[in-house]
């Protein structure tokens, strides 16, 4: 994950350092719908779900040139997740998990007037799954994430931005990710694929 930022940081840096590039800030909470996805492992199925909650987050857009912009984005989601297993396989009522979600990517901006900006494109990055619970490990999954919304200007400065994102995670890939059943623990190995949608906003600030 170090690397990763690293990677980001200097991509921001160097786009920053090419002219006079506008720069903005930006801080949302979006609420983020549950997801679920059915779920095998050895002799046991079931269903996997992850409960819908706030997410909030933040990211740097910096403006490259023919109507495209650089985001960098971070948001950070608290949430639950359990298990209903089908005929005779275990269940849990839920476990508590941090997720984090850091991506990169481009969007296309178009002014519709001076006052409203539409945006939409496409990033990429990592989705981390950290249980509350220290004693189980976290999970790093490849994301990618379709964005899109709107920056409604209050002056030259300051702007709300409305947004919707459709995450594709790819996650319980491999040992060592264990929701809790019963205290025993129980692995979900699988490949799932996962859409998490969410709606929100926040304040965009030019610099």
Request: net charge negative; aromatic share 14%.
């Amino acid at each position: 994950m170090k690397h990763l930022l690293t990677a980001c940081a200097a991509i921001v840096l160097a786009a920053t350092s090419l002219s006079a590039q506008k720069v903005e800030l930006n801080a949302f909470a979006n609420y983020m719908f549950g997801a679920s996805n059915d779920y095998y492992y050895n002799n046991y199925n079931g269903n996997l779900y992850i409960e819908p909650s706030i997410v909030y987050g933040g990211a740097i857009d910096v403006d490259l040139r023919n109507n495209m912009m650089l985001e960098l984005q971070y948001a950070f989601q608290p949430t639950t997740v359990r298990i209903e297993g089908y005929a005779g396989s275990p269940s849990d009522n839920g476990s508590e998990i941090n997720n984090h979600f850091i991506q990169i990517g481009g969007l296309y901006h178009k002014d519709v007037n001076d006052k409203v900006t539409m945006f939409g494109g496409l990033l990429f990055g990592m989705e981390i799954f950290a249980p509350a619970n220290q004693a189980y490990d976290s999970e790093t999954r490849f994301l990618g994430s379709l964005t899109g919304g709107a920056k409604i200007w209050l002056n030259d400065k300051i702007g709300l931005r409305l947004n919707a994102n459709l995450n594709m995670p790819m996650i319980f890939s491999g040992a060592g990710f264990y929701l809790g059943t019963g205290g025993s623990g129980y692995g979900v190995s699988t490949v799932i694929q996962l859409f998490q949608f969410s709606l929100g906003g926040g304040l965009v600030f030019k610099l």
